[in-house]
């Protein structure tokens, strides 16, 4: 089962303007939450997290929200740039001794800023 | 360079051949994952190691894949008789708490 949904495969902004990516989760295990940007042949890049105990990060031009109840989360760039452009993941965790901080990743939103 | 290193960052097996994909951690950083993206795919977990131990493997395929972190040098995750569904992407990340940082990836070619 796909317990992290990236349900948009891809968006297209203008440079400028804001970029909203949307994750949802269906486990409520999960207590910690990331958002990785990757570019083709590269590995991910961890961009900014977030804690369940919290409903808004910020760091520079990103910034990631939390609803737990509507189990969702969303990442904000603003203003978008064309070097923004790459698939962004969403992941999930839940620390526990016996597994770590494995992840789970969504599907990936292709992001596309055009000058 | 204190970041994830994995290589080779290319390999092409033949069907039947082993692969051998190495990571070594950020310095520092005790906890080591490795994770596959296949096309198309987001990336799955398969493993996470600690110096000398496999603490979860629940995300490894029960044969043919193996993995170890040993005390000394990077972890190596093994692939016995490759088959063609085993191309992929292999990422390794290491951690020292929540967040993860990857490495370039080996991409897996089997023909």
């Known amino acids: 089962d796909q317990q992290v949904k990236q349900n948009s495969p891809s968006l297209s902004v203008q440079e400028g303007r804001i970029s909203i990516l949307n994750c949802d989760y269906t486990n409520s295990m999960f207590d910690y939450f990331l958002w990785y940007k990757k570019y083709p042949a590269e590995g991910p890049t961890f961009l900014i997290s977030i804690s369940s105990i919290k409903d808004k990060n910020e760091d520079g031009r990103f910034t990631v929200f939390l609803n737990k109840s509507a189990k969702h989360l969303s990442l904000h760039i603003v203003p978008s740039q064309p070097g923004d452009s790459a698939v962004y993941f969403c992941?999930?965790?839940?620390?526990?001794?016996?597994?770590?901080?494995?992840?789970?990743f969504g599907e990936g939103t292709q992001l596309t800023v055009n000058p | 360079n204190a970041g994830v290193m994995q290589n080779p960052r290319h390999l092409v097996r033949r069907r039947g051949q082993e692969a051998r994909l190495r990571c070594s951690p950020m310095?520092?950083?005790?906890?080591v994952y490795w994770y596959r993206q296949l096309p198309e795919e987001g990336l799955k977990f398969m493993v996470y190691l600690q110096k000398e131990n496999i603490i979860d493997e629940s995300g490894m395929p029960k044969e043919r894949f193996s993995a170890e972190f040993p005390k000394e040098g990077p972890s190596i995750l093994r692939i016995q008789q490759v088959v063609r569904g085993d191309s992929a992407a292999y990422f390794c990340a290491s951690s020292s708490y929540y967040e993860q940082y990857f490495g370039p990836g080996t991409r897996l070619t089997v023909t």
């Open positions: 992941a999930a965790s839940a620390f526990r001794e016996t597994s770590g901080s494995r992840l789970t």
């Open positions: 310095k520092g950083h005790s906890h």
